[in-house]
């Protein structure tokens, strides 16, 4: 089968975007402030019920040929009535919701494939019975949570008998702490060196210039005459097949107990850092003011200002969990609690071992991380996740940050920061968005503009934490949108605390479902896809930024 000319590609998120768009109104419950879908509305809705790409091949790629464009437009030109009657069905279910004070869940996890349904059936919502049929389908929602929701936490927690015995049942598992006297630097030099045999095996292996890719995703070629190099490294003595070698590393991992080790490490007072690079804390910002302190019980929380990992409450860990997709598998609120008591005042606030050594395998992971940088890290899984980040335009816009903070967009022309400068989708806002590229569950409703402007899901603000290398500060009142940027530059200057702090929230979640690490592959689909998830994050908040620059170079201009 010959290949496709790369020049007759289009974006798959492009097409749908411009097929998006060109529907009009009556979209805006699914549809975000600038008008494009909601990630959750191309997850949910686009390809899996109007695109079909299981049953369309020639759609399934992140690439589309012309004619498959031209397909995608028209299935989404030919299904516009059925979305926009899906729109209202949305917004009178969230009405409802609202009168039923129904809190549990996310709206759109929850109800944009229901309102699909509903409107493939009924059509665009018509009073009296709509809202009687709407009513009927949150309370049948609601009613398979069994339970398992916020509001039954809340409830659970506010009995002043649970509450004090859940106080008496932390303050007892924390005494019971392994706290070693007097540590050394963590993480111990073996468990170091088991770590990278496991990120030099699991990790799809270097290729050299035939720009062959490695994996599906993440494995993409390095550049022009770095293979060769990378495979003379890796050459060596050591003959044996690198995945069983990762699988023994991994074993030994697990069977040494070096992630409880690391852990009870991490409460003792003052250990040193040996992750490697300089200004990287021994808690990799898991935790604000180590040594982490004991869970309280808490009675709120909000996924825009959760603190660091190891900070939260019991009722913040809980609470997360239930805000998660898949939370109707996960036992009883009462339950959670008590198996949460435990798993806070566990070692890296985890039960399972596999999943406490994957946090330590990340962590190296993430320490060595330099997507500002050009050598070729340390193991293939540096090499192959740099590698992506380094493509990424949004991250050479951060590059430039580096060089002069005042890199901004133009109203004027063209110039250094100029939308259109540089290269290609560099400094345009909105440019290589991939609206159906975000994987991560968010709260209802939150875009990329509100990803700019807040905290990090996974706890603390973006960019916090030791950040040995600044920019130099600009002179000046310079605008929101200069001082986001100045900040994602600074981020990408300290990767390790993103990615530590979302892949503790992966691992924190696969616990509460008694879901372990089964081997190195599964350990690098994780690995690899909280690289993917930190890294979309970061595209939407640099889009953001860039948005608020030139509005506000072009209101200067005016």
Request: aromatic share 4%; glycine share 12%.
């Given at each position: 089968?010959?290949?496709?000319?790369?020049?007759?590609?289009?974006?798959?998120?492009?097409?749908?975007?411009?097929?998006?768009?060109?529907?009009?109104?009556?979209?805006?419950?699914?549809?975000?402030?600038?008008?494009?879908?909601?990630?959750?509305?191309?997850?949910?809705?686009?390809?899996?019920?109007?695109?079909?790409?299981?049953?369309?091949?020639?759609?399934?790629?992140?690439?589309?040929?012309?004619?498959?464009?031209?397909?995608?437009?028209?299935?989404?030109r030919g299904d516009g009535p059925r979305l926009?009657?899906?729109?209202?069905?949305?917004?009178?279910?969230?009405?409802?919701?609202?009168?039923?004070?129904?809190?549990?869940?996310?709206?759109?996890?929850?109800?944009?494939?229901?309102?699909?349904?509903?409107?493939?059936?009924?059509?665009?919502?018509?009073?009296?019975?709509?809202?009687?049929?709407?009513?009927?389908?949150?309370?049948?929602?609601?009613?398979?949570?069994?339970?398992?929701?916020?509001?039954?936490?809340?409830?659970?927690?506010?009995?002043?008998?649970?509450?004090?015995?859940?106080?008496?049942?932390?303050?007892?598992?924390?005494?019971?702490?392994?706290?070693?006297?007097?540590?050394?630097?963590?993480?111990?030099?073996?468990?170091?060196?088991?770590?990278?045999?496991?990120?030099?095996?699991?990790?799809?292996?270097?290729?050299?210039?035939?720009?062959?890719?490695?994996?599906?995703?993440?494995?993409?070629?390095?550049?022009?005459?770095?293979?060769?190099?990378?495979?003379?490294?890796?050459?060596?003595?050591?003959?044996?097949?690198?995945?069983?070698?990762?699988?023994?590393?991994?074993?030994?991992?697990?069977?040494?107990?070096?992630?409880?080790?690391?852990?009870?490490?991490?409460?003792?007072?003052?250990?040193?850092?040996?992750?490697?690079?300089?200004?990287?804390?021994?808690?990799?910002?898991?935790?604000?003011?180590?040594?982490?302190?004991?869970?309280?019980?808490?009675?709120?929380?909000?996924?825009?200002?959760?603190?660091?990992?190891?900070?939260?409450?019991?009722?913040?860990?809980?609470?997360?969990?239930?805000?998660?997709?898949?939370?109707?598998?996960?036992?009883?609120?009462?339950?959670?609690?008590?198996?949460?008591?435990?798993?806070?005042?566990?070692?890296?606030?985890?039960?399972?071992?596999?999943?406490?050594?994957?946090?330590?395998?990340?962590?190296?992971?993430?320490?060595?991380?330099?997507?500002?940088?050009?050598?070729?890290?340390?193991?293939?899984?540096?090499?192959?996740?740099?590698?992506?980040?380094?493509?990424?335009?949004?991250?050479?816009?951060?590059?430039?940050?580096?060089?002069?903070?005042?890199?901004?967009?133009?109203?004027?022309?063209?110039?250094?920061?100029?939308?259109?400068?540089?290269?290609?989708?560099?400094?345009?806002?909105?440019?290589?968005?991939?609206?159906?590229?975000?994987?991560?569950?968010?709260?209802?409703?939150?875009?990329?503009?509100?990803?700019?402007?807040?905290?990090?899901?996974?706890?603390?603000?973006?960019?916090?934490?030791?950040?040995?290398?600044?920019?130099?500060?600009?002179?000046?009142?310079?605008?929101?949108?200069?001082?986001?940027?100045?900040?994602?530059?600074?981020?990408?200057?300290?990767?390790?605390?993103?990615?530590?702090?979302?892949?503790?929230?992966?691992?924190?979640?696969?616990?509460?479902?008694?879901?372990?690490?089964?081997?190195?592959?599964?350990?690098?689909?994780?690995?690899?896809?909280?690289?993917?998830?930190?890294?979309m994050d970061h595209r939407a908040r640099v889009?953001?930024?860039?948005?608020?620059?030139?509005?506000?170079?072009?209101?200067?201009?005016?």
């Amino acid at each position: 089968m010959p290949a496709t000319p790369l020049g007759t590609l289009q974006p798959r998120s492009q097409v749908i975007d411009r097929a998006w768009r060109a529907l009009g109104p009556g979209l805006e419950p699914l549809s975000g402030p600038g008008g494009a879908p909601l990630t959750r509305a191309v997850k949910l809705l686009v390809l899996p019920l109007v695109l079909r790409p299981v049953l369309r091949p020639e759609l399934a790629g992140d690439l589309l040929t012309d004619e498959a464009a031209d397909l995608a437009a028209g299935l989404l030109r030919g299904d516009g009535p059925r979305l926009a009657a899906a729109a209202g069905w949305f917004t009178l279910l969230k009405r409802v919701r609202r009168a039923l004070r129904v809190v549990g869940g996310n709206p759109q996890d929850l109800y944009f494939q229901r309102c699909y349904e509903l409107a493939a059936e009924h059509g665009a919502p018509r009073p009296p019975d709509a809202e009687e049929v709407a009513r009927k389908v949150v309370l049948e929602l609601a009613a398979r949570d069994g339970g398992r929701t916020v509001e039954a936490l809340k409830a659970h927690l506010r009995d002043p008998a649970t509450e004090r015995s859940v106080a008496q049942a932390l303050s007892r598992a924390w005494d019971a702490r392994p706290v070693p006297a007097a540590p050394g630097a963590v993480p111990e030099a073996d468990a170091l060196s088991l770590a990278d045999t496991v990120l030099d095996g699991c990790a799809p292996a270097d290729r050299g210039a035939s720009g062959k890719r490695g994996t599906e995703r993440g494995g993409a070629a390095p550049a022009d005459g770095d293979g060769p190099r990378y495979r003379e490294q890796e050459r060596g003595t050591d003959l044996r097949d690198p995945g069983d070698t990762a699988e023994s590393a991994l074993a030994a991992l697990v069977g040494g107990g070096h992630g409880t080790r690391l852990g009870a490490a991490l409460w003792a007072a003052g250990p040193a850092s040996a992750w490697g690079p300089e200004g990287v804390p021994p808690h990799l910002g898991l935790s604000a003011d180590p040594p982490p302190p004991r869970p309280g019980v808490g009675s709120t929380a909000s996924t825009a200002a959760l603190p660091a990992p190891l900070d939260r409450t019991l009722y913040e860990r809980v609470f997360t969990v239930l805000r998660a997709p898949g939370h109707h598998d996960l036992p009883p609120v009462p339950e959670l609690v008590a198996a949460e008591t435990a798993r806070s005042c566990s070692p890296l606030g985890l039960s399972d071992e596999s999943l406490r050594v994957a946090l330590l395998v990340g962590g190296r992971l993430a320490a060595g991380l330099d997507p500002l940088g050009t050598a070729p890290g340390p193991t293939r899984a540096h090499r192959a996740i740099d590698r992506r980040w380094r493509r990424e335009s949004s991250v050479a816009r951060a590059r430039r940050m580096t060089v002069s903070p005042f890199d901004a967009p133009s109203a004027h022309g063209t110039g250094a920061g100029a939308p259109g400068a540089g290269p290609p989708d560099v400094g345009r806002p909105g440019a290589g968005a991939t609206a159906a590229g975000l994987p991560d569950a968010e709260p209802p409703g939150r875009t990329g503009a509100d990803r700019a402007a807040a905290p990090s899901p996974d706890g603390g603000a973006p960019g916090a934490g030791p950040t040995p290398t600044q920019p130099p500060a600009p002179t000046g009142p310079p605008a929101s949108g200069e001082d986001l940027l100045a900040d994602l530059g600074r981020s990408l200057r300290t990767p390790w605390i993103a990615y530590t702090r979302r892949l503790w929230a992966r691992l924190h979640g696969r616990d509460a479902h008694a879901a372990g690490i089964d081997g190195p592959a599964e350990l690098w689909s994780l690995l690899d896809g909280v690289s993917y998830s930190v890294l979309m994050d970061h595209r939407a908040r640099v889009r953001a930024a860039l948005r608020t620059l030139t509005d506000t170079t072009s209101g200067s201009a005016a």
